[in-house]
């Protein structure tokens, strides 16, 4: 979708008096939707998943971002505090149940935002992941909300076009090597040879948080 | 002023609450600690002035709602809970960084949701590493061990603080020195005990690696003075002096000429830490005149109850 395309459509969910809302989590190129529908509507709440896991550069990308496009950004936190997020070895979850870790620290908390709101503009792409591809722009989600995927048809090519030519800021971390940003205990640095895949939850066959396989109806 | 420990029933914090209770600015002090190194020195030897001031909660850092509770009406957090380094101990990486590195950030995640002014966080020298050249605050960390690994990632976290509110690293020499709360497993105080009531000391090493020291009372005033001091908000090293470890069997053995010494592996050299203490901050916090060792060491035996 084009900008205008984009902007014509949140107008109409706008003026059809739809409540939206958009999720990020601040990677470089999720810069460009928030850049995007910045420019159509910054008043647009942007929850920000802090599942308390963030590398602390994260946390201060977002703030700068959020003052440089001056976004409504909105911190989202689990309700199920660490201490009660531990295996029967002690250790957090993320070092046994990641499945299960990101339910509690993303899936859950989301779903209690879908429930308030009607559309969830969200910056998934097709050449992201097979889950992903299966997509459709506006596509059903629970409570009787739909998601709509602005950015499904763009490819990195376009994303690094718009971010040249609107001058993005890069996440820090990216410089020094890492290539898709999450969560700290489940993000790698690829060494050679590596691909971008395994970036995150490296050696598990886990590829999505669960934000795209449970809030989503099929 | 109201002010939080974490850790408060801990070794510095012993010391720390001791300052602050007598201090009339301080309204409330509100000990946070989990108590998960059964240590009660903190709640013992009589009620002391400024107990009214005192409260205690046993609770975990890894517990935001707790956190933010407690956190309420506080103007002032030390954070000082940690999972502390055993020499030796081949401990699950992942608990240090579970404590130091994930509830510092809980934390502060807690702390920026709160009124809180001040945040002072106790850190260690060993985020450095190895170094025999002594090292300043310019100096780039290289953390070896896990748990100052861990401190090093908590550090990072704080410092997201810096610009929202006062705060101050303080990179703690090996502490040292009696209180109600002191530890047994840190090479001073174990030389100490282990010279008087053993009569015999038990040395890792070679014993030429030199560490970074502090005494237990002046971490403890120059925390309580960061209420008082103009010292700027920063990353700081809170050193007192460098010392071989065969120079405290030295300065023990003169006190207690019977004392033996054995070495446990003396083809061993292991690694030193030593850290230029920065005198300006020193100043600052009003640590006054250093006592030589000896002196110190004297006190600390007749603080023995045989
Ligand atoms: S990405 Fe990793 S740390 Fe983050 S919520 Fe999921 S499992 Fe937990």
Same mark, same amino acid.
């Given at each position: 979708m084009?900008?205008?395309e984009?902007?014509?459509?949140? @107008?109409?969910y ?9 999720s990020?989590?601040? &990677? ?8 995007i529908?910045?420019?159509v ?5 942007v ?9 602390p ?10 003052? *440089?496009?001056?976004?409504n ?11 009660? &997020?531990?295996?029967s070895?002690g250790?957090?979850l ?6 299960h ?7 859950q ?5 879908l429930?308030?709101?009607d ?5 998934? =792409?097709?050449d992201?992941s097979?889950?992903?591809a299966?997509m459709?722009?506006?596509q059903? *989600?629970?409570?009787?909300?739909? =998601?709509f995927?602005p950015m499904?048809?763009?490819?990195s090519k376009m994303?690094?076009?718009?971010q040249?030519?609107f001058?993005l800021?890069?996440?820090p ?5 890492y290539?898709s940003?999450?969560?700290e205990p489940?993000t790698r640095r690829?060494?050679?040879g590596m691909?971008?895949?395994?970036a995150r939850w ?13 809030l989503?109806?099929? | 002023?109201?002010?939080?420990i974490?850790g408060?029933?801990?070794?510095i914090g ?8 007598a201090?009339?600015a301080?309204k ?7 108590l ?11 009620r002391?002035?400024?107990a009214e001031?005192i =409260?205690?909660y046993?609770?975990e ?9 407690v956190l309420?009406d ?7 809970a940690?999972?502390v380094?055993?020499?030796? *101990? @081949?401990a699950?990486?992942?608990l240090? !960084?579970? /404590?130091n590195?994930?509830?510092? *950030?809980?934390?502060?995640?807690a702390?920026e949701?709160?009124?809180v ?18 090292v ?6 290289a953390?070896?061990?896990?748990y ?6 908590g550090?990072e976290?704080?410092k997201r603080?810096?610009?929202?509110r006062?705060?101050?690293?303080f ?7 009696y209180n109600?709360g002191m530890?047994?497993d840190?090479v001073?105080n174990?030389? /100490?005990?282990?010279a008087?009531?053993?009569? =015999?000391i038990t ?12 005494h ?7 925390l ?18 460098n ?5 405290i069997?030295?300065?023990?053995? &003169?006190?207690?000429p019977d ?5 446990? @592996?003396?083809?061993?050299?292991l690694h !030193? ?9 020193n100043?600052?916090l @009003? ?5 030589p060792l ?7 035996i007749n603080r023995?109850s045989?």
């Amino acid at each position: 979708m084009t900008f205008e395309e984009i902007k014509s459509r949140l @107008n109409s969910y706008k003026e059809a008096g739809k409540l939206m809302f958009t999720s990020s989590s601040f &990677q470089s190129h999720s810069l460009v939707m928030l850049h995007i529908i910045s420019r159509v509507d910054n008043t647009i709440p942007v929850y920000f998943i802090n599942t308390g896991y963030h590398f602390p550069e994260t946390i201060q990308f977002r703030d700068h971002v959020t003052e *440089a496009f001056k976004l409504n950004t909105i911190d989202l936190k689990p309700e199920v505090p660490k201490h009660m &997020q531990m295996d029967s070895e002690g250790r957090l979850l993320f070092t046994s149940d990641p499945d299960h870790c990101c339910y509690l620290n993303k899936t859950q908390p989301m779903d209690g935002i879908l429930r308030s709101f009607d559309v969830w503009i969200n910056g998934v =792409r097709a050449d992201q992941s097979a889950v992903r591809a299966a997509m459709k722009v506006e596509q059903p *989600a629970p409570y009787n909300t739909v =998601r709509f995927h602005p950015m499904l048809d763009w490819n990195s090519k376009m994303i690094w076009q718009y971010q040249k030519e609107f001058n993005l800021p890069k996440h820090p971390l990216e410089e020094k090597g890492y290539v898709s940003i999450g969560c700290e205990p489940c993000t790698r640095r690829l060494d050679p040879g590596m691909q971008e895949r395994e970036a995150r939850w490296y050696g598990l066959k886990k590829v999505e948080c669960g934000l795209h396989t449970e809030l989503v109806t099929k | 002023m109201n002010i939080l420990i974490t850790g408060g029933a801990g070794y510095i914090g012993t010391g720390l609450v001791a300052k602050l209770a007598a201090d009339d600015a301080v309204k409330k002090i509100v000990l946070y600690d989990n108590l998960s190194r059964p240590n009660y020195g903190v709640f013992l030897g009589g009620r002391r002035p400024g107990a009214e001031k005192i =409260r205690f909660y046993k609770g975990e850092l890894l517990d935001s709602r707790h956190l933010k509770m407690v956190l309420k009406d506080i103007d002032v957090v030390y954070h000082l809970a940690a999972k502390v380094t055993t020499p030796f *101990a @081949n401990a699950d990486a992942h608990l240090y !960084e579970q /404590v130091n590195h994930w509830g510092t *950030a809980e934390l502060v995640y807690a702390v920026e949701e709160s009124n809180v002014r001040k945040f002072i966080y106790a850190s260690s020298s060993g985020v450095y590493g190895d170094s025999n050249e002594a090292v300043d605050e310019l100096s780039l960390p290289a953390p070896k061990s896990f748990y100052a690994i861990s401190k090093l990632r908590g550090e990072e976290h704080v410092k997201r603080l810096m610009n929202k509110r006062d705060t101050y690293i303080f990179r703690c020499g090996n502490v040292y020195g009696y209180n109600r709360g002191m530890r047994f497993d840190a090479v001073i105080n174990k030389f /100490v005990f282990e010279a008087n009531f053993q009569k =015999r000391i038990t040395v890792h090493g070679n014993g030429n690696q030199s560490r970074a020291f502090i005494h237990i009372d002046s971490v403890a005033t120059a925390l309580a003075n960061v209420l008082k001091s103009d010292l700027k908000g920063g990353v700081y090293n809170l050193v007192e002096r460098n010392i071989k470890v065969i120079d405290i069997v030295d300065e023990l053995k &003169q006190l207690i000429p019977d004392m033996e010494f054995i070495f446990i @592996n003396q083809h061993l050299t292991l690694h !030193e830490l030593n850290v230029k203490p920065n005198e300006t901050v020193n100043q600052k916090l @009003n640590l006054g005149e250093l006592k030589p060792l000896q002196e110190e060491l004297r006190e600390f035996i007749n603080r023995f109850s045989f």
